[in-house]
């Protein structure tokens, strides 16, 4: 998972400036409750889920980094474990996803084991180079996150998983 040129420091601080700049990473979501979010495409979603201690709807946008199947989608946090919305699943896995078409459909979501994270982040390296080369870079340095230590979570849909979805926020 090595980048193949090195990123310039320059733009190594800017992306890890834009990921900590709240307006500019919330700004998706009022597409998405519009009922716009096809026109940011499928490697993005938003997830709908409870706060651990206020119970309160929460959102986030997040990269798809993954579709193994058409029922599941896998998305990693690139703060670690630091990121409120990872905390939150993990209490609460109960969650619904606007993706594409889809629009707050109800789902689970389910950190993956390690060495699954591994192979995804992996994956993902291999698939989208520059990407990854810019990411990971700004999340190493910027944000003091090592990508071999990135969380990464699967989430299932309810009606494309087989599986009922515990219920999640309304």
């Known amino acids: 998972m090595t980048a193949r040129r090195p990123v310039p ?10 990921l900590r700049t709240r307006w500019f990473v919330r700004s998706p979501i009022a597409l998405y409750r519009r009922g716009l979010g096809r026109w940011l495409g499928d490697r993005l979603l938003m997830l709908e889920h409870r706060g651990r201690r206020s119970g309160l709807v929460r959102r986030v946008v ?13 998305v990693v946090s690139g703060t670690g474990e630091r990121a409120d919305w990872l905390r939150n699943v993990r209490a609460h896995p109960g969650v619904r996803v606007s993706s594409g078409a889809l629009r707050s459909v109800p789902a689970t979501a389910h950190e993956l084991p390690h060495e699954d994270a591994v192979a995804v982040l992996a994956r993902y390296a291999e698939a989208h180079p520059v990407a990854w080369s810019v ?6 340095e910027g944000l003091g996150t090592a990508q071999d230590l990135l969380p990464v979570v699967a989430i299932d849909l309810a009606d494309g998983g087989g599986a009922e979805a515990p219920a999640g926020p309304q």
Do not use: K, Q, Y
Not at 135 to 140: I, Y
């Open 9 to 18: 420091a320059l733009v190594t601080r800017a992306v890890a400036a834009l």
């Open 62 to 74: 997040l990269e798809v980094v993954e579709r193994p199947s058409p029922g599941r989608f896998v």
């Open 135 to 140: 990411l990971s870079s700004a999340m190493s």
